[in-house]
C-alpha cells in the first residue's frame, strides 16, 4: 500500500506562498487518486484538491479556486500544493490521502491512506 509523507509547511506572512509536497512511499504515486485536505484547530477536516490516477483530471474544492494548485512530477513520486496569496484563515494542518475510488471525492472517510500532516501558518 502507498503511505503518503508530507513536507513543506511552515510560518508565512499574510500574502506570501508556500508549496507543499507529498512523497509517497511503498507504492508508485501516479497509480492512485491523490487528494490535499486540510484541519484548523476545532474545525472540521475540509477537502482542498485533488488530483486522479496518473494526472488526468484536477479537482478543487470551491474555497481553493484560483488560489491553490495541485500538481504532480510522478518521476520524483511526489505530489505538490502550491498555495498563493495565503491569508491567516489558511492556518492549518496539511494533509495528503490516497486511494479514494474517486479523485472527486471530498468525504475524508472514502480516503484510505494518510499522511502525518504538515503545519502551516499564516502570521497577519
Known amino acids: 500500500q502507498v503511505q503518503p509523507v508530507e513536507s513543506g509547511g511552515g510560518l508565512v506572512q499574510a500574502g506570501g506562498s508556500l508549496r507543499l509536497s507529498c512523497a509517497a512511499s511503498?507504492?508508485?504515486?501516479?497509480?492512485?487518486?491523490v487528494a490535499w485536505f486540510r484541519q484548523a484547530p476545532g474545525k472540521e477536516r475540509e477537502f482542498v484538491a485533488a488530483?486522479?490516477?496518473?494526472?488526468?483530471?484536477?479537482y478543487y474544492g470551491d474555497a481553493f479556486k484560483g488560489r491553490f494548485t495541485i500538481s504532480t512530477d510522478y518521476s520524483k513520486n511526489t505530489v505538490w500544493l502550491q498555495m498563493a496569496s495565503l491569508i491567516p484563515e489558511d492556518t492549518a494542518a496539511y494533509y495528503c490521502?490516497?486511494?479514494?475510488?474517486?479523485?472527486?471525492?471530498?468525504?475524508?472517510?472514502?480516503?484510505?491512506?494518510w499522511g502525518q500532516g504538515t503545519q502551516v501558518t499564516v502570521s497577519s
Open positions: 488530483l486522479s490516477r496518473s494526472g488526468g483530471t484536477i
Open positions: 490521502a490516497a486511494g479514494s475510488a474517486s479523485a472527486r471525492e471530498q468525504d475524508e472517510t472514502r480516503w484510505f491512506y
Open positions: 511503498g507504492r508508485t504515486i501516479s497509480g492512485y487518486n
